[in-house]
């Protein structure tokens, strides 16, 4: 949609979209919230919606929502335009629209006459739902990590999301670090938990490709990550990624960044088709990118 603004009605919104399937946008949304109050920012363009929360400076979560997952776009800002608002009370209000039974679709405008997110449910057959969330200038502007690989190789590997969960919460320590080494001979991926006692998981390579599916990797590197940091990048994976058997993407970048990425699906349950605005009709494109980025601890670095 055009991002132009000519022969627009000023009092008419910026963003106008629709979704008919709200369940799996409350899946990707809380993917990234790792705990109860939680502010996030929001922006929006002709190409999508991306939502960013952070902490501490440490832990950043994006959350992609491409124009093709929605019935209808239509977008007529200018450029790109950001706000904050509540994560908690927008997955809340989401929830509110997620009623058994036949789904009807979710109208999202911005802003409303003082600058709120609208919410409302469309084609229902036995009640309108309608929502505000107020929204507010972001405090600070989300930091840009410019990930990049140390080497002409990439460092990475990819690991069923179950899998992945499963060695961190293994791994718990309060108040620990989490070493994550990996090495190309023997290849495997170490992650190692120090409390009262040592605990460490391996996923080598080549004993078992169903369980670390890609490997890819010329050196050792090792690096150290705040447990809670890394514990919140898989804490709140929705169960129809266990489902699914849908697979995690880990990439450990220069100076130690460390950037996980998850697939979250939007499809309705039961339709194997749907009319987006693109002309598409597969279920299977209707993916939201989740995307974590943590950085190591520098005191501990030892790659």
């Given amino acids: 949609m055009s991002s132009s603004t000519s022969g627009r009605d000023d009092g008419a919104p910026d963003l106008v979209c629709q979704i008919d399937c709200v369940h799996g946008m409350v899946d990707a949304l809380s ?15 002709a190409h999508g919606i991306v939502l960013t929360v952070e902490e501490s400076g440490c832990l950043q979560a994006k959350v992609f929502l491409k124009r093709e997952l929605f019935v209808e776009y239509e977008y007529a800002g200018e450029g790109r335009e950001r706000f904050g608002l509540s994560l908690g009370l927008f997955v809340d209000c ?43 200038i ?45 090495q190309p001979d023997p290849p495997t991926v170490v992650f190692k938990g120090e409390g009262h006692g040592d605990l460490q998981v391996e996923f080598p390579y080549y004993a078992n490709t169903d369980l670390l599916i890609v ?11 705040k447990y809670k940091f ?37 499809a309705r349950p039961g339709m194997p088709y749907f009319r987006n605005i693109g002309g598409g009709t597969e279920q299977t494109s209707r993916i939201a990118h989740i995307e974590f980025f943590v950085k190591p601890e520098e005191d501990d670095n030892d790659a």
């Fill in 230 to 266: 890394l514990r919140a990048t898989t804490s709140n994976i929705p169960s129809s990624v266990m489902k699914e058997n849908r697979r995690t993407k880990v990439t450990i970048g220069r100076g130690g960044m460390l950037k996980i990425q998850h697939l979250v699906s939007l």
């Fill in 94 to 136: 989401l929830n509110i629209f997620s009623t058994p039974g036949p789904a009807s679709a979710v109208e999202i405008r911005y802003p409303g006459p003082d600058m709120q997110l609208l919410l409302k449910s469309v084609d229902s057959q036995d009640a309108c739902l309608y929502a505000e969330i107020r929204t507010r």
């Fill in 138 to 182: 972001p405090d600070t502007i989300s930091w840009d990590y410019n990930f990049e690989h140390e080497g002409n190789t990439p460092v990475t590997f990819t690991v069923k999301s179950a899998v992945l969960k499963e060695a961190l919460d293994d791994l718990e320590w309060p108040g620990s670090s989490i070493q994550i080494r990996m």
């Fill in 215 to 225: 490997f890819q990797c010329d050196r050792e590197v090792s690096y150290r990550y």
């Fill in 31 to 45: 993917s990234v919230r790792w705990k109860r109050h939680q502010d996030a920012v929001m922006e929006l363009s």
